[in-house]
């Protein structure tokens, strides 16, 4: 659907706006990017220091480097297989700092759901501090769901699913004597407890100013972004945070943003005036920058942890 997206837009552009975009890119003031970068790396640091909140609230105390590195695999796993890098963020964690797996992927779920609670906070406040501007697309956003909430078939498939539910807690309960129901229970109680993490947690007030940071440096990062071209330095909180937005969801809805992230940011863009070639190049520009920055601390992560851990191991055994 990204790639789609991509010639889809592109085949639209004529052959100036096509090489107006190239010489966007071209001429980009990268000093910018490089800055927004080192903000992105220090929200992920942050993330997996936030992390060990979580963990602790569960009597285990990962190191903090081991978090961050935990958290670069699961972003770049999830570049190469969608919605798999939480599963290899947990999965590093419990090999490293023997957090039981169930628990450390609870933890994460908890986490993804602040996540999502704040993104749509930062939306609805956009929306409503732009109405006027952004009134068509929130209008399209509600009908959409309201298509959707009108549909037989998805309470079809709410009810079923209640229903295999109960009877699955029903089976859990009468034939938890034997091992495999035993097995299943456990992990199911661990993953309850991961989720619960969030609210065992002694110092919280350190979690909520660690996830406002987090996404301080997100905005500051995309907002860095902007300054990369002459014709988009000058937009101020209104479209950084309408971008911010937009951008956000194409990353959620397509694994990684790829093509929708581009296509996302131009079409923003254009609502305050900016060349569709100008929004498609600082789009591109953004992705790429986000995906470099992933590639490299990724890939260094999975390289250096096994070392960082069989040196520290030697140590303690020593």
Not at 73 to 88: A, D, F, K
Request: proline share 3%; aromatic share 14%; net charge positive.
């Amino acid at each position: 659907m990204g790639v789609f997206l991509v010639f889809h837009i592109y085949n639209q552009l004529d052959t100036t706006q096509r090489q107006a975009v190239f010489e966007s890119i071209r001429r980009a003031n990268y000093f910018w990017i490089i800055l927004s970068i080192f903000m992105g790396v220090l929200s992920h640091w942050i993330r997996g220091y936030r992390w060990k909140f979580q963990l602790n609230a569960m009597g285990y105390h990962p190191r903090t480097l081991n978090n961050f590195m935990a958290v670069m695999i699961g972003y770049i796993v999830n570049m190469i297989l969608p919605r798999v890098g939480e599963v290899s963020r947990a999965a590093a964690i419990t090999q490293y700092e023997k957090v039981p797996f169930q628990k450390s992927f609870g933890s994460i779920l908890a986490e993804r759901a602040i996540d999502l609670i704040v993104l749509v906070l930062i939306s609805v406040i956009t929306v409503i501090l732009q109405y006027d501007l952004l009134e068509g697309f929130a209008n399209e956003m509600i009908a959409k769901v309201k298509s959707k909430s009108d549909s037989p078939f998805i309470y079809v498939v709410l009810g079923g699913g209640l229903v295999l539910l109960v009877l699955f807690y029903f089976l859990l309960k009468r034939l938890s004597h034997l091992a495999f129901f035993a097995k299943i229970s456990s992990l199911i109680q661990g993953l309850l407890e991961g989720l619960q993490s969030i609210f065992k947690m002694k110092r919280r007030v350190e979690y909520i100013l660690a996830t406002f940071a987090i996404w301080a440096l997100y905005l500051g990062m995309f907002w860095l972004g902007f300054f990369s071209l002459s014709e988009t330095s000058h937009l101020g909180p209104n479209a950084i945070f309408a971008g911010f937005v937009l951008g956000s969801f194409a990353i959620v809805l397509i694994p990684g943003g790829i093509g929708a992230y581009p296509v996302g940011i131009m079409q923003c863009l254009v609502l305050y005036g900016i060349a569709e070639e100008t929004g498609f190049a600082l789009g591109w520009i953004i992705w790429l920058s986000q995906t470099i920055m992933i590639l490299i601390f990724g890939g260094l992560s999975m390289l250096y942890i096994p070392h960082y851990n069989k040196k520290n191991l030697a140590h303690a055994t020593n």
